[in-house]
């Protein structure tokens, strides 16, 4: 079941009062008791951490408001390892975690401190080349033809991804990086996305025990945290199940016991770096009718577009849609819900069941908390919208103001554009 929407039909219209639709909402006690939950539920874990992927929703306020209850920051780009410095995480709570790495920002990653994540053999070229020599080290497992059974449908067969090292550089990795004066080590892998299987996630878990097994017997060296990825999925229908954290801590307990415990191996401390599992349910687009057109379908065209939400353009996501103060009306009209961009696929929803929509009705689009936002863009010259957030006290703030056309010229260098 997904998370119902926090606000009712009067609050929203209050608040469209001050800020136009469309724009992202997000509910903050949800995000940060769904980070509590997932830290109590391997509490039995040495030193746990969930370094949030600051890629699922890069706004500071939110990434600062997980700071203030212990959660680390995954980073991929210069960006987001200043988001996570500027929201208070520092040092070895940030892990930046990129592929085809650039020297600035491997320079800045080393400048605070962050553990820094190879994902390729070379990429210690690259750190001896520009003289960065931290204390500790973390290496980007790719498990291959190991992990081809019952393959994630998102990141897909291992071998076809881009990410990581092979079995056979794993070793030679660590081997290398222990002969640069490198002292702490640390393993990673990440081959699965939104999955809801924790039979999946387990599974990662037992490959990398067993790896840091491998790892100490033949290179003589201790791998002290093991980073089992993200991947937590969540539910985008109400038919879906929601995970189970108790399941999932139970199975990678299981392994932990079996292989770390068993061969005197621990304390291994165990971190994730979840971003879609804690903020995805708790964000909503809110958005209004504002056309209805009736050719060989009906269409109701809102306000959003796609560069607000691409997930069901890109690759056909479902997002469940809610006509706000319709909630227990019949669903007996069928819509395409669309944008105004010029790209056929530039829809919400195709061929939904909704109650009858008018003009003017807001549209709640669930879920959106995770890859929404972030992946916003300005094809057509559309411009990026606003985030909000519900404060814990049942306030609304705004945390990012909607472009405007000035941002949107802003980077243009053309004579007489300044004088339009």
């Known amino acids: 079941m997904i998370k119902e929407f926090p606000l009712t039909k009067a609050k929203i219209d209050e608040v469209i009062t001050k800020h136009v639709t469309p724009f992202h909402i997000y509910d903050e006690q949800g995000i940060i008791k769904t980070h509590e939950n997932l830290c109590n539920a391997f509490s039995w874990a040495h030193s746990f951490k969930n370094y949030y992927a600051i890629k699922a929703l890069p706004n500071p306020y939110i990434v600062k408001s997980l700071a203030k209850v212990g959660s680390g920051a995954d980073c991929s780009s210069l960006p987001e390892l200043i988001i996570a410095y ?40 690259d750190i001896q080349r520009l003289g960065i020599k931290p204390e500790v080290i973390s290496l980007r497992y790719n498990p291959g033809h190991s992990r081809v059974q019952g393959i994630n449908d998102i990141i897909g067969d291992p071998i076809e991804a881009k990410y990581g090292h092979t079995k056979e550089q794993i070793f030679e990795a660590y081997k290398r990086l222990k002969e640069y004066g490198i002292k702490r080590f640390i393993l990673h892998a990440m081959i699965v996305s939104n999955e ?149 696929n530039d829809k919400f929803a195709i061929d939904r069941y909704l109650p009858k929509i008018q003009r003017g ?58 004088r339009f």
């Open 361 to 418: 009705d807001i549209l709640i689009i669930h879920s959106t908390g995770a890859h929404g936002h972030a992946m916003g863009f300005n094809y057509n010259g559309k411009l990026r919208h606003a985030e909000l957030v519900l404060r814990t006290n049942k306030s609304i703030q705004q945390i990012r103001r909607a472009e405007n056309i000035d941002d949107y010229f802003r980077t243009l260098d053309f004579d007489g554009l300044d």
């Open 86 to 125: 500027k929201a208070g995480i520092k040092g070895e709570d940030i892990f930046m975690t990129s592929n085809n790495t650039t020297d600035e920002e491997f320079i800045k990653a080393s400048e605070l401190g962050a553990i820094i994540n190879l994902d390729d053999i070379s990429h210690i070229d």
């Open 196 to 344: 809801t299987d924790e039979k999946y996630h387990i599974d990662t878990a037992r490959d990398l025990f067993k790896m840091v097994k491998e790892i100490h017997d033949k290179l003589e060296i201790k791998i002290e945290r093991v980073n089992l990825g993200g991947g937590l999925g969540i539910p985008y229908k109400d038919s879906e199940k929601e995970m189970d954290l108790n399941i999932l801590s139970r199975g990678v307990k299981k392994y932990y016991d079996e292989v770390i415990r068993a061969n005197n191996l621990e304390p291994i401390a165990i971190s994730t770096e979840s971003g879609r599992y804690i903020t995805g349910p708790y964000g909503w687009l809110v958005t209004k009718a504002i056309h209805h057109k009736d050719t060989y379908k009906n269409y109701i065209g809102v306000d959003a577009t796609m560069s607000d939400l691409m997930r069901p353009g890109i690759y056909g996501a479902y997002h469940k849609i809610t006509v706000l103060g319709k909630e227990n009306q019949k669903h007996d009209h069928k819509y395409d819900i669309t944008g105004s961009l010029c790209e056929n």
